[in-house]
């Protein structure tokens, strides 16, 4: 059973242009979020995607969307990247079926923005 | 803001000794759940435990929950080296979809 796996794993990107990270969540799950790590701080929530539609976000600026795809993977698009964009970018996915609602972490995606 | 706020900030213990990390929060929540990190990966789920639940263990972890004083706690016994790492509490709201992380206790476990 795969767990959440996200691409790429690190990437470096100039101030101005956009970024796309993928995700896929684990098996049977139906949801999906997204969180940017700062260096020693904790995750913070940018948006959730549920039946393909963003559900929820966090006070993140317009530059950051998202889509769900009907296989529910989903990607993060930040568009005019500034330098505190980078950051580590990680990917939940979870179901509404199970009770509890446990959410499962991929690896995360190191962005670098120069 | 972040919804939960660990203590301590960072945590350095001898291998074998407990190690216990405190959590506070603001609003009505759903459940509380205890992840790790280690450095620079992804956050590994240890433990969750619902609004209705005051103690909950698996393995060396033991959690409790408060919600009269909207706190959690997290005691790692006979800690290892091998627990070195960052731990965080996370919220879900009552009637809200996200969970929210504080900024985390940092543990070292010396061998």
């Known amino acids: 059973d795969a767990g959440v796996t996200q691409s790429p794993t690190h990437l470096i990107k100039t101030r101005g242009q956009q970024v796309t990270l993928r995700c896929s969540p684990k098996s049977g799950h139906d949801t999906v979020s997204w969180y940017q790590q700062a260096l020693g701080q904790g995750p913070q929530f940018i948006f959730q995607?549920?039946?393909?539609?963003?559900?929820q976000r966090g006070n993140f600026p317009d530059r950051f969307s998202g889509h769900q795809f009907p296989n529910y993977s989903s990607e993060l698009n930040v568009n005019a990247l500034l330098l505190g964009d980078s950051a580590l970018y990680l990917c939940?996915?979870?179901?509404?079926?199970?009770?509890?609602?446990?959410?499962?972490f991929g690896e995360g995606s190191w962005l670098t923005v120069v | 803001s972040q919804q939960g706020e660990e203590d301590p900030q960072a945590l350095s213990i001898q291998e074998g000794e407990n190690a216990t990390m405190n959590c506070s929060y603001k609003?009505?929540?759903?459940?509380l759940q205890w992840y790790r990190q280690n450095s620079g990966r992804g956050l590994v789920h240890l433990i969750l435990?619902?609004?209705?639940?005051r103690e909950k263990h698996s393995g060396r972890l033991r959690v409790t929950l408060d919600t009269s004083k909207k706190s959690s706690s997290l005691l790692i016994t006979a800690s290892r080296a091998a627990d070195t790492a960052s731990y965080f509490c996370a919220t879900r709201n009552t009637g809200g979809f996200k969970t929210i992380f504080g900024a985390g206790t940092r543990l070292f476990v010396k061998a």
């Open positions: 939940a996915s979870s179901t509404d079926r199970s009770s509890g609602n446990t959410i499962y």
């Open positions: 609003t009505s929540i759903n459940n």
């Open positions: 995607y549920y039946e393909e539609e963003e559900r």
């Open positions: 435990i619902r609004s209705n639940e």
